[in-house]
Every structure is written in structure tokens, then in C-alpha cells.
């Protein structure tokens, strides 16, 4: 095939809804002039090293050097830059083409170097941790089920952040700070340094690094009676990373890797306000919110990596284990609190919605139509009460053992290139949700005029909770898995790949409190499965420079099951699921990756159509507030990625992305007589996404100065999500769609010697979109939202020997 006909494809591609491709240039040193052609980069999507234009998927690559030149600190930072992913900052959650799913286990894997960290929804905010982006070799992003070298948990796709490897001849190191200062806010700062080399050379090498951040806060918290200021910009977010490596190379074929990450997250305040206390446009950001509402993360990965090369083959072992905590207060009670109780106020009946009350606000508001609400637009109404606050409390824990053996080809020119392994792994996970509520006695007293026995048939527990959720989950998988490629003939090649899994999963549970119906004690739950995920590929390199391919693969998710509840104080259900099923994701994508012009622009785009089957939901019972995962319902995703890179001049390229997601279930969902989706809803995210990276160097004095424009822009949610349909048990006449965002920043900086300087500006238009509109209810009138950073401007300095 022509060079022509190649651009013909990519073409075509584009109108028939379909591009992917892949980020440039390799370099581990601050960003130097462009020689005027793409710098190749090497990525190990495959377990093995490849050049990333001859790996047949869509994958985002980001080297060291980009993400110093986009001054990134997390995935946050980079999810603009890659098509057909959206990032949740307050669940973690990473969504890829659409697959994503806050029930059941994760859609998509998170990895540091071979270790999995990704977290299964074992309880109400199960939220996910993620590295901070310092010291990294590299970041990829491989979009679409990488269940057969990956596994579980990687059914819409893959993030790996790969550590850099210690060197065994030479020294190399870089520091870097940044002092920053946003409008209507507090200062930022960062303070990081890294470097390794020999110890003793060609035998034992190390590498280590430390980086600690200060991101200032631009919402003020208020006392929602008084308005007095409590704290000003509340929402400050504190994190530390630290690392070392060695590396031991006793003969020349066997090297052994020992390491040990660590990170701590320590944010004081969710990044909300309340929308009746605040004014975007004059930069005027308020929370009443009594709680604080702070998440305090850390986690700890040790891990010990042995390489022997023998003759023909490579045999890796990959030994890991994973420990983590999370304190979070993933929502108010207050607010939870205040909105359950203000139904039964205005429906004149107690908690439980059935007996009815003829005391407190129940009493004095009789027969009146719309009883004054509890939360107003502006805060909390409670009349001659006073102040009130409860707080809640969520704990994450894992604590994973991970165990990976490979065997593998180690001639990238052999007619047939493979690798084989096997895989272990030991999850234990403890989700603990509490209510610590110690005024609910006063506060029932007001409402209903009665006691807590009276109301609630149990007094506070002994801490004060009301709430208490228990669950320890343990999970547990084997498999074996293989891939190969073999080179038919010159230019065309084929790939398959298979994994074969045993999976297992347990938990224990019980519950207590008031708002739980008293203490329940049910059984323990189990879930075995035998999950099988084949891949195929067919290739064909057309020259040194245009490659085409076609692939199907599939993805899944292990199943689990439900803790049990008393379902007679629900009226949707008699039994509830004690189990569910598997997952799965099925892909068709086409792809091309081509250079042209004597290598000064490069383009990667792929289609995709993929298909997601028993879909793990969770659904929530209105009638007594509590909620079970289940199998149902189909969705459908259908778009493009395209990426590329033009090297206008040797002073002078650009970088662009373009994406677009078309995510929707294809079939009505129903469970326990709940709607919770009509068929032709869609998906959660943004359809459309775009961003471009531009740079301009010029020697100045003597000196390489350089000017940076970047802009990432996605577009508003269209068509209408389960929430927003009318049709559905879930609909909230308050949602609205999230509407479209475009983020610019400007850099401009100087290199001397070993030392880059740069000032910068992030967010430069002020953009404050309103983001993440919501509510505890349909019924409740306060609202909620988060915004964009405003915008930010500041100075970096790094150096690099």
C-alpha cells in the first residue's frame, strides 16, 4: 500500500468516526530544540520493549520530558491530553471510551511498574489512589480491554506509570521548584529532587528520589448561621512522594531490582461550594458545610523485580506487595442527614415513613402544604436549634500480594516474538462507613418530638455513630496467560493472545446503628469464576513509516457478592441478589500510524466499536436507603482517537489530540421494578475532546528560550445520562448536563547551562464552568458544585545533570 492510500485510510477513518494515537518524544533531559523530526519512544504495552509506532493499539505515551514541558503533578494533568478518557477528581475513577462503573470491581487497571493497585467498590466511596506524576520514566495509557497481558480490572483499558531503573554506569539526577499563586486564593509550592548512579559500577546501582507539594486552596469556609469566615481557602491538598531502587547485577545476565514507593495525600477540604453562597464571576467561593470534608491517603509498595537473560529467552519475576490506608469523609452527613430527615417532615410521617408523627416540626407544620425545609438554597434552617453537625467517616484499606512470572522471547527480529506467564494475586480489602451523629438524640427530639427509643428503636452507639457499615472482602486470583506475534510474511503479521483465570472472592459484613435498622449480623458471601479473554491482531507495515491494523480483544471485571440486609424494612424487594457475575467488554478497532514529510509529522488514529455485557449495577432502594449490586443491562461504545505531532521547524512543533466518545445503553435496564436506564441513555462524560501543545524556541543571548501554548477543551455532555432521563427510577429534575470546559496555559523560559526557568500561567481566560452541579436529593433545594482551578501563575526552576 501506497503512502497515498495510507493517508486515505486515516482519512477515511476520521469520517467514519475513528482515530488513536500516540504522544512523541523520548527524552529523559529538559526539553532542547527539536531537530525538526519526531523523536521515536519506546513503551512496554506488550511486556515487552517495542518502538511505541510499531505497537499495533491505542496508546498514549508520556515521556519525562513531556511531562515536565506540560508541568504535570498527577493523572489529572494528563487526562487532557489523552482522547477518550475522563477522570472523576473526586472518585479517582478513570474512564476509558466510556467504560467505567462506581459498582462492583474497577473497569480500569491502574498500575505502578507490574504491580496492580486498582480498588474493587467494596462500600460506599471505595475511592481509587493514584501516583503522583514525579520521577517517572513514563505514563501510558492503553485504551480498550487489555484483559489478556493484564487481567481483571483492565476491561475499558490500562494506566501505567512506569519508575525510571537505576543505572549501574552513570550518575544523572535534576531537582525541581515551583512557587505558584492563585487568583482568589493561596500560594502553591513543590520542593523534589531525584538522582542515582553506581555504587559499584556495572555491579550495583540506585536511584531515589523525595517530592513534597503544598496546592493552595480558593474556598472559603463559612459558619452557616453567623456567614462569619472559619477558614480561608479551606480546600489546601498536602502530598509527599518518596522512592528508592537498587539494582544488583551479580553476573551479566541477572540483575535484581529491590524498591519501595511511598506516598501520602493529605487533602483538608473537597474542592465544592455552595452554589446560593457563592459568585463565580467575582472569584467569590463559599462552603457551609460544618464538616470538614478532608482525605487523608497514603500507601506503601515494595516490590522486587529478577531479570536472567538466557540464550533465546527472558525469564522476569515480579514480586509485590501493596498496602494502603485512606481516612475519607466522601460526604456530609450533615447534609445526608438533614435531606433524609426533611422527607419524613414533609410527608407528616416518622422515619421509617410509615408511622406517622404527631410531635416537634411534624406537629407544628401540620396541614401545611410545603413545610419550610431544613435546607434552604442559601444553608441550614433549624429554627431555635441551634448549631448541628455530624460527621462521616469512611475507611479504605488494601492490602495486596502480587506474584508474576514471565518467560518470554528475547529476539525482537525472530519470526515468531511471544511471552507467557503466570499470575497471582492476594487482595484483602476493609471498607468501614460510619455516621458519628452524638446531637441525633436532641435533634430527634426536635423534629418528632420523641425520643431516640421511641423513634429509632436504639439509643447511639457507644462513639456516637448511627450509622456503622462494616465489610472485609478478600480476593484472590490465578492465571496463566500468552501471547505471541508471528511475521507471516515481510510487512505482515499476526497476533493472539489468550488468559485464562480462577478468581475468587469472599467477604464478611455487619451493620449497626439507629439509621441501620440496629445491629444485622448475615451470613458471608462468596464468588468463584473460571474468566477466559482471548485478543487477536492482524498487522501489516507497510513501509518503515505507515503500519495499519485491525484487533479484537476482551476485557472483564471479577464479580462478588452483595451483603445482606433486612429487606422487610424495604418495599422494592423480598430477597435480595446475594451474588453477582462478571463483566465483560468486547473491542473491534482499526488503527493506523503513519509519519510523514521526512518524519516531521506523525499521526496515530484508530475506530473502535465495543460492546459491554452484564453490566455490574448498583441499585439503590428509595424506600429504605439501602443498595446491592447486580447483573443488568448492555451499553454500546463507538468512536475515535487521534493523536499527532508536527515538527513545523527545527525551533518550532506542535502537538495535537482529538477524541470522540458515543457511550449509551442499548437495552432498557430494570431491577427490583427500578428503571435505571432506558434504552438510548447515555453514559456519563464528555463526547467530544480536543488539545494542542505548541512550542516556539529561540536562541536568545546565547541562551535556548522557549514559549509554550497548551489548551484542552471538552465538550458538553449531550443526550440525557439515567439521572437526567424522566424515565428512569434515578431521574433528578435538578442535574443538568456538565457543560463544556477549555483550559488554556501559557509558559515561557530560558536554559543556561543545566539549569530551565520558566514562568507560567494555568487557566489563563479564568474559565469557572460549573462542574459537578448537585444535591443530596430531587427534594433537597441546597446545591453543590466545583469549578476549575482559577487562574494560576507562577515560576519553575529546574536543573538536570
Known amino acids: 500500500m501506497s503512502k497515498a492510500a495510507s493517508a486515505a485510510f486515516l482519512l477515511t477513518a476520521l469520517v467514519a468516526s475513528g482515530f488513536s494515537a500516540e504522544r512523541a518524544a523520548a527524552q529523559t533531559t529538559p526539553p532542547q530544540a527539536s531537530k525538526g523530526v519526531i523523536e521515536e519512544v519506546v513503551v512496554t504495552a506488550t511486556r515487552r520493549a517495542e518502538r511505541l509506532d510499531r505497537v499495533p493499539a491505542s496508546i498514549s505515551a508520556f515521556t519525562a520530558a513531556d511531562m515536565q514541558q506540560l508541568d504535570a503533578k498527577s493523572i489529572a494533568d494528563l487526562v487532557g491530553y489523552t482522547p477518550g478518557v475522563d477522570f472523576d477528581p473526586v472518585s479517582k475513577d478513570i474512564s476509558i471510551r466510556g467504560v467505567n462503573s462506581t459498582a462492583g470491581d474497577a473497569t480500569t487497571g491502574i498500575y505502578i511498574d507490574d504491580t496492580p493497585i486498582q480498588l474493587r467498590a467494596l462500600g460506599f466511596g471505595s475511592d481509587n489512589t493514584l501516583p503522583a ?14 484483559g489478556t497481558l493484564f487481567g481483571a480490572g483492565s476491561e475499558g483499558g490500562t494506566v501505567r506509570y512506569i519508575t525510571p531503573a537505576p543505572s549501574l554506569t552513570d550518575f544523572s539526577g535534576f531537582a525541581k521548584a515551583e512557587l505558584g499563586d492563585t487568583q482568589y486564593g493561596a500560594p502553591s509550592y513543590e520542593l523534589g529532587a531525584a538522582m542515582g548512579g553506581p555504587i559499584d559500577e556495572n555491579v550495583l546501582g540506585f536511584r531515589a528520589s523525595i517530592w513534597a507539594r503544598h496546592d493552595g486552596g480558593w474556598i472559603d469556609k463559612v459558619d452557616y448561621m453567623t456567614g462569619q469566615e472559619l477558614q480561608s481557602n479551606t480546600n489546601y491538598v498536602d502530598t509527599a512522594v518518596s522512592r528508592v531502587a537498587f539494582l544488583w547485577q551479580p553476573q551479566s545476565n541477572f540483575t535484581v531490582t529491590p524498591s519501595v514507593f511511598y506516598q501520602y495525600r493529605d487533602q483538608n477540604n473537597i474542592d465544592q461550594y455552595w452554589v446560593g453562597l457563592s459568585n463565580p464571576g467575582d472569584g467569590v467561593y463559599k462552603t457551609a458545610t460544618p464538616e470538614n470534608m478532608g482525605d487523608r491517603d497514603q500507601f506503601v509498595l515494595p516490590a522486587v523485580r529478577a531479570d536472567w537473560k538466557l540464550k533465546d529467552t527472558e525469564l522476569i519475576s515480579d514480586t509485590s506487595y501493596f498496602s494502603r490506608h485512606e481516612l475519607v469523609h466522601d460526604y456530609s452527613a450533615t447534609l445526608y442527614d438533614l435531606s433524609y430527615f426533611q422527607q419524613a417532615v414533609d410527608s407528616g410521617l416518622e422515619p421509617d415513613f410509615v408511622t406517622p408523627c404527631t410531635g416537634g416540626l411534624c406537629a407544628k407544620y401540620a396541614g401545611l402544604a410545603n413545610p419550610p425545609p431544613l435546607l434552604t438554597p442559601n444553608g441550614i434552617d433549624l429554627p431555635g436549634f441551634g448549631h448541628y453537625e455530624a460527621n462521616n467517616y469512611i475507611t479504605n484499606t488494601q492490602e ?11 529476539d525482537p527480529n525472530a519470526r515468531l516474538v511471544w511471552v507467557g506467564g503466570l499470575f497471582y494475586e492476594h487482595q484483602t480489602q476493609l471498607s468501614v462507613e460510619e455516621i458519628r451523629d452524638p446531637q441525633l438524640p436532641a435533634l430527634t427530639d426536635y423534629l418528632w418530638g420523641r425520643s431516640m427509643l421511641a423513634i429509632w428503636g436504639e439509643n447511639l452507639l457507644p462513639n456516637g455513630d448511627d450509622y456503622l457499615n462494616h465489610t472485609l472482602g478478600h480476593e484472590w486470583q490465578f492465571a496463566a496467560f500468552g501471547n505471541g506475534t508471528y511475521t507471516i510474511w515481510d510487512g505482515l503479521k499476526f497476533q493472539a493472545g489468550a488468559r485464562i483465570a480462577e478468581t475468587h472472592f469472599d467477604f ?8 441501620n435498622f440496629g445491629p444485622f449480623y448475615p451470613g458471608p458471601g462468596a464468588k468463584n469464576e473460571t474468566p477466559f479473554t482471548p485478543m487477536a491482531s492482524l ?52 488503527g493506523s500510524k503513519d509519519k510523514f514529510f521526512n518524519d516531521t509529522v506523525q499521526l496515530s488514529g484508530s475506530i473502535y466499536y465495543l460492546k459491554w455485557s452484564n453490566i455490574q449495577q448498583q441499585v439503590y432502594l428509595p424506600s429504605c436507603g439501602f443498595q446491592y449490586t447486580t447483573n443488568q443491562g448492555r451499553a454500546i461504545s463507538k468512536g475515535f482517537d487521534l493523536e499527532g505531532e508536527w515538527a513545523v521547524a527545527d525551533d518550532f512543533d506542535v502537538g495535537f489530540t482529538a477524541g470522540y466518545v458515543d457511550a449509551y445503553y442499548d437495552s432498557t435496564v430494570v431491577s427490583a421494578g ?36 497548551q489548551d484542552q477543551f471538552q465538550g458538553t455532555e449531550t443526550g440525557l445520562t439515567p439521572s437526567r432521563d424522566p424515565g428512569t427510577t434515578l431521574f433528578d429534575p435538578g442535574l443538568v448536563p456538565e457543560p463544556s470546559t477549555n483550559v488554556l496555559t501559557l509558559r515561557a523560559g530560558t536554559t543556561f547551562n543545566s539549569f530551565d526557568v520558566s514562568v507560567f500561567m494555568d487557566n489563563v481566560l479564568n474559565s469557572h464552568p460549573t462542574l459537578d452541579l448537585n444535591h443530596q ?11 476549575l482551578r482559577p487562574r494560576t501563575f507562577g515560576i519553575t526552576a529546574t536543573y538536570q545533570y
Open 508 to 515: 464478611l459484613n455487619f451493620s449497626d446503628g439507629p439509621q
Open 777 to 787: 436529593d430531587e427534594y433537597t433545594l441546597l446545591y453543590e458544585a466545583s469549578t
Open 674 to 709: 427500578l428503571v435505571l436506564a432506558n434504552n438510548g441513555d447515555k453514559l456519563p462524560g464528555p463526547p467530544w475532546t480536543f488539545s494542542v501543545n505548541a512550542q516556539y524556541r529561540k536562541n536568545i543571548f546565547g541562551h535556548d528560550a522557549y514559549f509554550t501554548l
Open 539 to 590: 498487522t501489516y507495515q507497510m513501509n518503515p513509516d505507515d503500519m495499519v491494523y485491525a484487533t479484537v480483544s476482551k476485557g472483564y471485571r471479577v464479580g462478588g457478592a452483595n451483603p445482606l440486609f433486612p429487606v422487610q424494612a424495604c418495599t422494592e424487594i423480598t430477597t435480595e441478589p446475594e451474588d453477582y457475575g462478571s463483566d465483560t467488554v468486547v473491542n473491534y478497532e482499526l
Open 400 to 410: 495486596n500480594f502480587t506474584q508474576e512470572v514471565r518467560l518470554q522471547s528475547s
Open 133 to 146: 506524576v514525579f520521577d517517572l520514566e513514563r505514563v501510558e495509557v492503553l485504551r480498550g480491554p487489555q
